[in-house]
T-cell receptor, first 114, second 112 residues
Framework: DTEVTQTPKHLVMGMTNKKSLKCEQH?????MYWYKQKAKKPPELMFV???????INESVPSRFSPECPNSSLLNLHLHALQPEDSALYLC?????????????FGQGTRLTVV | GESVGLHLPTLSVQEGDNSIINCAYS??????FIWYKQESGKGPQFIID?????DKRQGQRVTVLLNKTVKHLSLQIAATQPGDSAVYFC???????????FGQGTTLQVKP
């Protein structure tokens, strides 16, 4: 199983809503990542977890709150988002933190903030 | 067909031709480079990687070339097929940062 599974695939939320994105992998990887990708742009790193601890936060606004409940799961909690936060949110995992290991990406959650 | 410059948004090639996608990377301390393929509606998919102590690595129908002097990376795809149509991203990372940073993508269009 070389899959990273993200749910939901699509999400529409209002600016006052609270929602969560979920990511799951069963490859035994100990590093997990959140990326944000706007249309026709490269993915931008948001957060890195290594051994279930947050190791990198790329100055992401606090309306995005990551959580790693266990080694297989990664969540991204969303609250009071803005329309400009609409994007594809990608989760990835790797055996260890970069650069030593190949990263596997999920299909992403297409988020629209209205 | 070949993309030139820092990045070319779209590269169009005939099926069966060879494709060359170019990328300029930014961090001279980067020690690991990866090419990803992203098809419409999907996440990036690993194609091939190369470490900074190498200048060439070959895979199945793909070759990556690294020129550290000018901080340039290229992906060569032999006998390009319609299934190769996608956006291709180069990415770099270093032991110092542990961050995987993506370059601007190139859209490859394969004409039958």
């Amino acid at each position: 199983d070389t899959e990273v599974t993200q749910t939901p695939k699509h999400l529409v939320m209002g600016m006052t809503n609270k929602k969560s994105l979920k990511c799951e992998q069963h490859m035994g990887h100990r590093a997990m990542y959140w990326y944000k990708q706007k249309a026709k742009k490269p993915p931008e790193l948001m957060f890195v977890y290594s051994y279930e601890k947050l190791s990198i936060n790329e100055s992401v606004p606090s309306r995005f709150s990551p959580e790693c409940p266990n080694s297989s799961l990664l969540n991204l909690h969303l609250h009071a988002l803005q329309p400009e936060d609409s994007a594809l949110y990608l989760c990835a995992s790797s055996q260890e933190r970069h650069p030593r290991a190949e990263a596997f990406f999920g299909q992403g959650t297409r988020l629209t903030v209205v | 067909g070949e993309s030139v410059g820092l990045h070319l948004p779209t590269l169009s090639v005939q099926e069966g031709d060879n494709s060359i996608i170019n990328c300029a990377y930014s961090n001279s301390a980067s020690d690991y480079f990866i090419w990803y393929k992203q098809e419409s509606g999907k996440g990036p998919q690993f194609i091939i990687d190369i470490r900074s102590n190498m200048d060439k690595r070959q895979g199945q129908r793909v070759t990556v070339l690294l020129n550290k002097t000018v901080k340039h990376l290229s992906l060569q795809i032999a006998a390009t097929q319609p299934g190769d149509s996608a956006v291709y991203f180069c990415a770099e990372t270093s032991s110092n940062t542990g961050k995987l940073i993506f370059g601007q993508g190139t859209t490859l269009q394969v004409k039958p």
